[in-house]
């Protein structure tokens, strides 16, 4: 891919805290010269380091930095000794949703392909331009940028989305009822906010599908053992058992500590 790069005159020291100077140049090719020639996990690191919330063009860097990430862990895999896969790397070290990564890293590649200065959007903002990058190209990026300056953010997100289901069939629409319970449908909230804010989609259909999607690739995930603990503990059938098989568990992770516990039933709980 050929990229034309404008050689910046100084280089900010943290790549998402871009001066007046190298702003002015131009915060797109300047970020991605610098990001392009990191070489250790330790520089990508230092970037991904506070990005888990990030917006606008901090999103932008965290792209430029996850795709960075991915091409170090093919050809530089023993600097991420211990991670069993670049997923668990994202996640891990850095508290960040995978798929909110690769979003990200889905933005940087395309504005890069798009090979325009920050000129060319400065005057919509960052949050107009993440929102039409799915359907801008090289050959209507005019048209979408006239759209991004005429429009308020809530209807260009509109236009976006009747442009990314135009020429499609239309689907069947479907109707499924649940019964929830106050916590559980506390909880159905909770899931696709959170998916929106990932999707950047205003339909709890696309959010709902984005929360599955999520599930069947990763299975059910939990933000620390504890929560995962409680989860399986709650359905677990026979607790007696339960127990024992996570002691053998905890034996066979720490094979250098000698594990000794009597479980007896509590007959004042049992009911």
Not at 167 to 175: R, S, V, W
């Amino acid at each position: 891919m050929a990229i034309v790069l404008k050689p910046a005159k100084r280089l900010a020291k943290n790549l998402t805290e871009m001066t007046a100077e190298t702003m002015n140049e131009d915060q797109i090719s300047t970020f991605v010269s610098k990001v392009e020639k990191l070489n250790s996990r330790m520089e990508i690191d230092n970037i991904i380091k506070g990005l888990a919330n990030a917006s606008g063009f901090e999103f932008f860097s965290l792209g430029g930095a996850v795709v960075r990430a991915q091409k170090l862990f093919e050809t530089k895999k023993w600097e991420f000794d211990g991670y069993k896969s670049f997923r668990d790397y994202i996640e891990t070290a850095h508290g960040i949703r995978y798929g909110k990564a690769m979003r990200a890293a889905q933005i940087y590649r395309k504005l890069v392909d798009l090979n325009l200065p920050w000129s060319a959007f400065e005057s919509i903002g960052w949050t107009k331009v993440l929102t039409m990058l799915d359907v801008v190209t090289k050959d209507n990026i005019k048209q979408w940028l006239a759209n991004a300056k005429e429009k308020n953010f809530h209807s260009l997100r509109a236009l976006v989305e009747a442009e990314k289901h135009k020429g499609k069939a239309p689907k069947t629409l479907t109707t499924k009822t649940f019964k929830l319970h106050a916590d559980q449908k506390q909880l159905v909230e909770d899931g696709l906010k959170k998916a929106a804010e990932e999707t950047g989609s205003v339909f709890n259909s696309v959010n709902l599908e984005a929360v599955f999607v999520s599930y069947l690739g990763a299975g059910i995930s939990f933000p620390d053992v504890e929560h995962a603990m409680a989860y399986a503990a709650e359905r677990a059938d026979d607790p007696q058992a339960f127990v024992e098989k996570q002691l053998a568990r905890l034996q066979d992770l720490f094979p250098q500590l000698n594990i000794g516990v009597e479980i007896t039933w509590n007959k004042s709980a049992v009911h």
